[in-house]
């Protein structure tokens, strides 16, 4: 089952450490033990070689007990190198661990896998204020109008519950379309 660290065709690097082009192969995921993730809040992962056409390396993260993925980004020929904002700092399932398992897999690329690894940051910034936008017209539906410095206001008086409706809502259309935030 375990094998004998590998060189890949990709690397990863993680500030202040020399890049990691060595993993263990584990069935078709290659992976490498990272210590003290809460002070990693980036991750440059590249090619250093050209994948088979199709193809996208995609970079994961897994914490104890290692039993599910969370994905942090994909690179693939058209867009051989990228860098991944982590947010361990602030992941109650990251921060307090001494390691994690950072894991690649190669995958077949599909249209969702596509818009991701072609994504600029300029885009990505267009995508958060469309979530962001989403957010607002989904809070529009809680005004009411005060009495406030001898003027009439109009304020919005959300319910606690209301961000937790508003989740749930965004999650469901999400699984349904990606790209529902771009029609």
């Known amino acids: 089952m375990f094998s004998q660290p590998i060189i890949t065709p990709f690397a990863v690097m993680i500030p202040g450490q020399l890049a990691i082009t060595q993993f263990t192969q584990i069935n078709n995921s290659f992976v490498v033990d990272v210590n003290n993730p809460a002070i990693i809040t980036s991750i440059a992962f590249f090619l250093m ?3 088979e056409e199709g193809t996208a390396a995609c970079l994961y993260y897994s914490y104890p007990p290692y039993s599910q993925l969370e ?14 904002s982590t947010s ?7 921060n307090k661990q001494a390691q994690i398992k950072l894991v690649i897999q190669l995958q077949q690329i599909d249209p969702n896998l596509q818009q ?14 469309a979530i962001a936008q989403n957010l607002d017209r989904f809070l529009q539906d809680y005004p009411k109008q ?12 959300v319910p606690t519950i209301s961000l937790d409706k508003w989740l749930q809502r965004f999650t469901d259309k999400y699984n349904i379309d990606p790209n529902f935030l771009f029609c």
């Open 88 to 94: 361990f700092s602030l992941n109650p399932n990251t």
């Open 116 to 129: 991701m690894i072609l994504m600029l940051p300029e885009k990505q910034g267009y995508y958060f204020m």
């Open 71 to 84: 994905l942090l980004g994909a690179i693939a020929n058209a867009r051989p190198s990228d860098i991944f």
């Open 146 to 157: 005060i009495y406030y410095n001898e003027k009439n206001q109009q304020m919005l008086v």
């Open 49 to 51: 070689q050209p994948l």
